[in-house]
Every structure is written in structure tokens, then in C-alpha cells.
């Protein structure tokens, strides 16, 4: 049975997360650069012929609203993200994001709960959608959490490269270093070690921010304004990344059908262990 909490302060079907502000300042932009250790060039000389934020920015977007999780944060993980893009980010601007509960559901040992954030133009248009499940260990709440073998989890069993053009990113070694500027010098179990081990992890778990905007950078570069005004994105995360993991984001486009460009993408480690796994398209 589906846990309902009773505390107004956590998640609940339906309810209104409120709003906030968003702006891809300087600061987010640079810490997103310089933590992925990617060129920032292409985001300044690009099909728009003006600045644009990379499109995984949207991922600074899902933080800042309370009371969409369960206080018990023992084991949680990031489970699935999809996005539905509409226009690109300009650097600067001031946008408002709204969100809601959408769902709360049951998965294996987990409690996840669907979160939708949509980002709004100042004239009032929606930019973005997006869903972020997120996933609790609601019967712990200390010791260890219990991890798989990724070989034995039954999505690595099943992936396999489907036949189309192969587009792949450059590999990156993650380390901690990266992590605590990608998150800005905040500590939490994505950059420190301890928050980690309070949380049940024995080393720090790369944020699926981070891994996501690594296949978001791919993408962008790859359909350019196809992916920023008609860009659909859904990824399940299958293997959790640990700082000096070695990572490549790769893409096979399979085809092009009613004015779309579709591809499995996909993220793996040196070992072949899959990270990430999903979909993507973008308008031709």
C-alpha cells in the first residue's frame, strides 16, 4: 500500500508546492561549466546567435520547494526525469517555476513521489515541463542501504544498442572536487561523505543532476534548436555514479517520423555498466 503521510509539511497528492523565481545567473552557469568540466563556448556561438543557457540548467529549476518529499530522507534517490521543453533559457532573465504533486506511488521497496515543475516566461508562457520521481526508503531509517549488483538489475540485462547513428560525448572522470562545485559548495550527500553515510550511502552519490546534464549537453549540442523548442526527454536512473567513476553519454538517433528525430540515450560507466537509460527527440 501506496505510504500516505498526514504531515502538512510532506508530500501529498495533489498538493501545490507554490512558486519561486528562477534565473540562470552567472553563478549557476559557471559552477555547471566548470563542475562537468565541459566547454562553455557553444552555449555563446549557437543557432540562436545569442547567449543560451544549456538546457539540463532546468535541473536548477526542480530545487527550492518544501514539503514535496517525506522528512524521513533515509536512501533517497533520484529514480526517473522526464522534460518537455518549449524555448531556451537566456541567461539573466527572470523566470517564475511553479510545482505540484502530481502522484505518489509504489516501486520494488520504494515510495516515489512525482513531482511536476513548470518553468514560466514573463509572458506567462510555459518553457519547460518537467517530472522528477524521486524515490524513499521510507522502512529505514538507518545503517545501510541495500544496493543490487548492477549487473544482476534487470535493466542492464535488458538494454542493448539499437541499430541507428551513434552520437556520443566525451568521456568524464567524476570527482569529488567537481561534485562540490557542480552543487555549488553546499554540502549533502552529493559532495560530502558524511551526509552520505548519515543517509545510509558508504561514499558520496553523484548527484543525477550532474549525470543527466551530461546527456542534456550531448543533446543540445547535437539538435540545437530542434531540442530547445521541441525537445522531449524520459530517463530512468539505474546505477547510481561514485566520484572517480568514469562516465560517457551516449545517443543512437533511430529515426526521424512526423517532424521528429527520436534516440535511445543512454549513460555508461568504463566497466559498461549502464547509469541512465531513456529516450529523447527533437523537432526537425
Same mark, same amino acid.
Not at 163 to 189: K, Q, R, W
Not at 192 to 212: C, H, K, N, P, Q
Not at 257 to 277: F, H, L, P, Y
Given at each position: ?6 504531515? #502538512? ?10 512558486? !519561486?523565481?528562477?534565473?540562470? =545567473? ?14 562553455? %563556448? ?26 514535496? %518529499? ?9 529514480? !526517473? ?7 531556451? &533559457?537566456? #541567461?539573466? $532573465? ?7 504533486? &502530481? ?30 520521481? $524521486? ?12 544496493l543490487r549488483d548492477p ?6 540485462? !535488458?538494454?542493448? +544498442? ?8 566525451? #568521456? ?12 555549488? %559548495? ?5 559532495? =560530502?561523505? !558524511?551526509?552520505?553515510?548519515? @543517509?545510509?550511502?558508504?561514499? +558520496?552519490? +553523484? ?15 547535437h539538435f540545437g534548436r ?5 525537445? &522531449? @526527454? ?10 572517480? =567513476? ?5 545517443? +543512437? ?22 547509469? &541512465? ?8
Open positions: 500500500m501506496t505510504y500516505v503521510s498526514n504531515d #502538512p509539511e510532506e508530500a501529498s497528492i495533489g498538493k501545490d508546492l507554490g512558486s !519561486r523565481e528562477f534565473v540562470a =545567473d552567472e553563478r549557476i552557469l559557471n559552477d555547471y561549466f566548470e563542475g562537468l568540466e565541459i566547454e562553455a %563556448g557553444w552555449y555563446d556561438e549557437n543557432p540562436y546567435g545569442a547567449r543560451i543557457a544549456p538546457s539540463m540548467t532546468l535541473s536548477s529549476v526542480d530545487g527550492g520547494f518544501p514539503g514535496g %518529499g517525506f522528512k524521513n530522507a533515509f536512501g533517497n534517490l533520484w529514480m !526517473r526525469q522526464q522534460w518537455r521543453m518549449n524555448a531556451p &533559457i537566456v #541567461p539573466g $532573465q527572470t523566470y517564475t517555476a511553479t510545482s505540484k504533486v &502530481i502522484d505518489i506511488y509504489d516501486h520494488r521497496s520504494r515510495t516515489l513521489v512525482n513531482s511536476e515543475v513548470t518553468l514560466w516566461s514573463p509572458e506567462g508562457e510555459a518553457m519547460a515541463v518537467g517530472n522528477h520521481h $524521486q524515490s524513499y526508503l521510507l522502512s529505514q531509517s538507518s545503517g545501510k542501504v541495500a549487473k544482476a538489475k534487470g535493466g542492464a540485462r !535488458r538494454f542493448s +544498442v539499437p541499430e541507428g547513428d551513434l552520437v556520443e560525448g566525451e #568521456p568524464h572522470e567524476i570527482s569529488l572536487e567537481m561534485c562540490g562545485t557542480f552543487f555549488h %559548495g553546499n554540502a549533502n550527500y552529493h559532495t =560530502d561523505r !558524511r551526509a552520505a553515510e548519515e @543517509l545510509g550511502f558508504e561514499e +558520496v552519490v +553523484v548527484g543525477g543532476r550532474m549525470t543527466m546534464s551530461y546527456i542534456g549537453d550531448l543533446m543540445d549540442r530542434g531540442w530547445f523548442e521541441g525537445g &522531449i @526527454l524520459d530517463i530512468k536512473f539505474t546505477n547510481i555514479v561514485w566520484p572517480e =567513476d568514469v562516465v560517457t553519454a551516449k545517443a +543512437v538517433i533511430t529515426d526521424e517520423s512526423d517532424g521528429r528525430a527520436n534516440a535511445a540515450v543512454w549513460m555508461e560507466k568504463e566497466d559498461g555498466t549502464v547509469a &541512465i537509460v531513456g529516450t529523447a527527440s527533437a523537432a526537425v
